[in-house]
Nanobody, 124 residues
Framework: QVQLVESGGGLVQAGDSLRLSCATSGRTFGRYGMGWFRQAPGKEREFVATISWISGRTYYADSVKDRFTISRDTAKNTVSLQMNSLKPEDTAVYYC?????????????????WGQGTQVTVSS
């Protein structure tokens, strides 16, 4: 079984930065792709960023490209999402997810494991 626990959310002003972390446990992550998704009230869950655990290759949604950075620490088994220049439209619950495939993916249904989510609120 895999456990994912997000942290680092909060209330910030537009233009501020936040760093989300995802602590992983339960199994080795040498063959997992990891992703961050978000869901705003009344909207579907959407892709934010993904990273291959093995290669570190990353991929971002156009809406966050050049503002957000996903990274992983293979020694600590953590995945982070550095969010800069935050906008009110970034307000959502952010979820960390893991898939049993070493490659990254932007498709939520390809992820088998999910964290409980952390709230990010950006005021204007």
């Amino acid at each position: 079984q895999v456990q994912l626990v997000e942290s680092g959310g909060g209330l910030v002003q537009a233009g501020d930065s936040l760093r989300l972390s995802c602590a992983t446990s339960g199994r080795t992550f040498g063959r997992y792709g990891m992703g961050w998704f978000r869901q705003a009230p009344g909207k579907e869950r959407e892709f934010v960023a993904t990273i291959s655990w093995i290669s570190g290759r990353t991929y971002y949604a156009d809406s966050v490209k050049d503002r957000f950075t996903i990274s992983r620490d293979t020694a600590k088994n953590t995945v982070s999402l550095q969010m800069n220049s935050l906008k009110p439209e970034d307000t959502a619950v952010y979820y960390c997810a893991a898939r049993t495939n070493p490659y990254s993916s932007s498709v939520p249904s390809e992820y088998a494991f999910w964290g409980q989510g952390t709230q990010v609120t950006v005021s204007s």
